[in-house]
């Protein structure tokens, strides 16, 4: 190897390339190389991982068939500061940990998606093994197609990635109790396979409070069938995963996707949003107050009510956009698809059926003692004007069950590809829906949003 003849570091600006050739700032002797400098330790490059991001996993992970049960999107609000970008889901319902390894490598594309052809991946995020447990197959009988799996996936990505623990299961299922023991024998197997290789691995058990004293399932998190996951579960894996110190080490020190210019909207800029940083103020559109400028808030179905108003930024916050607040003080119920409704119109060019072929989704929301005993759900989606129906997966927050929650920033982020099977748009609009669990007239909390942006 090369030696430095005189000490120098070498640092890139986040997202620039390492230059070749002569160094700047010192001499180098013998013909160092790259591989030299990294080597050596002599030189200190900041080249940031991607942020771009891909889940893996079963029908805790999928968002394709109405589950969206991964806590991704409350701990990449939290703890990240919306920063990763995911960009694919390939969780498919059902998979055991072999059937995963088998399509890993697969285009992402593919009717059995994988999540090779996606360009650079910084982090993959997996979840994986309930289904080995519900047949009660042993970690040792999977424990080579879970080493091969990561394998696979350090391949497919350039960062680290973070592996979810196995849930337990409920007594819908025969043998539950057995089953629970064996997810445990699981999360004792993916801690292992993590602490061999920290350097690309991370494993955080984020089920951890989801189980009573016997490692069952917790009272109130899940669904009837016993294995998904409710909201409240989801809201609770993700704040327990957004509060994992080496998690925050792993994703923090990016700067924010929120953005606070004015003038970031078409035709300038490729942003759909006309007012993103809640300018002006109209009609509550159903609810009583003001809204800014071009945002309607009221009810989808029968028996909502509430006060709207503009809030200004907290002295200090370094981000002065104003925040919209919404206070519902009734909500309707019947099962009929009943929620809060906040709409808005989006600008932008034409929309074709393969044009644009993806957006990101990118708001800030605060909640205020918000009551989640109410709502199942807050589930952003972007309408075409002429389909009537939405363009691209949804940017969901899944809760439920908490009578109070409080958090100062939540930057909650999606940029999927388009659905398939996507017509030519006369234009896009936004709805964003609080799905209610039951009707209720009284106290809610509040909660408010700010630098809501569609780019694409």
């Known amino acids: 190897m090369a030696s430095v003849v005189t000490p120098l570091v070498y640092r890139v600006a986040s997202g620039r390339p390492v230059n070749a050739g002569r160094w700047p700032g010192g001499r180098v002797g013998g013909g160092i190389t790259l591989a030299d400098a990294v080597m050596s330790g002599t030189f200190a490059t900041a080249v940031p991982t991607s942020v771009n991001t891909a889940l893996m996993g079963d029908s805790l992970t999928t968002h394709?068939?109405?589950y969206n049960w991964s806590p991704f999107w409350w701990a990449n609000g939290l703890a990240a500061g919306g920063a990763l970008k995911l960009i694919a889901n390939a969780g498919i319902s059902g998979n055991t940990i072999g059937d995963m390894l088998a399509r890993v490598n697969n285009a992402y594309t593919n009717a059995t998606p994988g999540l090779a052809g996606l360009g650079t991946v910084g982090r993959i995020f997996?979840?994986?093994?309930?289904?080995?447990?519900?047949?009660?197959?042993?970690?040792?009988s999977v424990s080579s197609n879970a080493s091969a799996l990561l394998t696979a996936l350090k391949a497919l990505c350039t960062g680290r990635i973070i592996i979810l623990s196995v849930p337990p299961v409920g007594p819908t299922e025969a043998n539950y109790a057995a089953i629970?023991?064996?997810?445990?024998?699981?999360?004792?197997?993916?801690?292992?396979?993590?602490?061999?290789?920290?350097?690309r691995l991370l494993f955080v058990n984020d089920s951890a409070n989801l189980r009573d004293g016997s490692g069952a399932q917790l009272s109130g998190y899940f669904n009837g069938d016993g294995i998904h996951n409710d909201g409240r579960a989801t809201w609770r894996e993700g704040v327990d995963l957004a509060a994992d110190t080496a998690f925050i080490a792993e994703v923090s020190g990016y700067p924010s996707p929120l953005s606070t210019d004015a003038a970031d909207i078409y035709p300038a800029q490729p942003q759909w949003?006309?007012?993103?940083?809640?300018?002006?103020?109209?009609?509550?559109?159903?609810?009583?107050?003001?809204?800014?400028?071009?945002y309607s808030v009221g009810g989808y179905g029968s028996g909502f009510a509430g006060t709207v108003a503009k809030v200004a930024a907290d002295v200090g916050d370094p981000n002065?956009?104003?925040?919209?607040?919404?206070?519902?003080?009734?909500?309707?119920?019947?099962?009929?698809g009943e929620a809060l409704l906040i709409t808005a119109a989006l600008s932008g060019r034409a929309v074709t059926s393969v044009d644009p072929a993806g957006l990101d989704i990118t708001v800030e929301v605060r909640f205020n003692a918000f009551d989640t005993t109410k709502f199942k759900w807050s589930r952003i989606m972007i309408m075409?004007?002429?389909?009537?129906?939405?363009?691209?997966?949804?940017?969901?927050l899944k809760m439920g069950g908490e009578s109070s929650i409080t958090h100062s920033s939540v930057v909650a982020r999606i940029a999927m590809p388009r659905l398939s099977g996507g017509v030519s748009e006369s234009g896009l609009s936004l709805r964003w829906e609080w799905a209610t669990r039951s009707a209720f007239t009284g106290s809610m909390g509040s909660f408010d949003f700010r630098?809501?942006?569609v780019r694409g």
Do not use: E, K
């Open 451 to 453: 630098c809501l942006t």
């Open 180 to 199: 629970n023991a064996v997810t445990l024998t699981y999360n004792t197997g993916w801690a292992a396979l993590a602490a061999a290789d920290p350097t």
């Open 64 to 66: 394709l068939l109405g």
């Open 384 to 396: 075409g004007g002429t389909s009537s129906q939405p363009i691209m997966p949804d940017l969901d």
């Open 126 to 140: 997996l979840r994986a093994g309930t289904n080995d447990c519900r047949s009660q197959t042993p970690w040792s």
């Open 320 to 336: 002065q956009t104003p925040w919209q607040r919404v206070s519902p003080t009734q909500v309707g119920y019947t099962g009929g």
């Open 273 to 294: 949003n006309p007012n993103h940083v809640m300018a002006g103020t109209g009609g509550g559109g159903g609810f009583t107050g003001q809204v800014a400028t071009g």
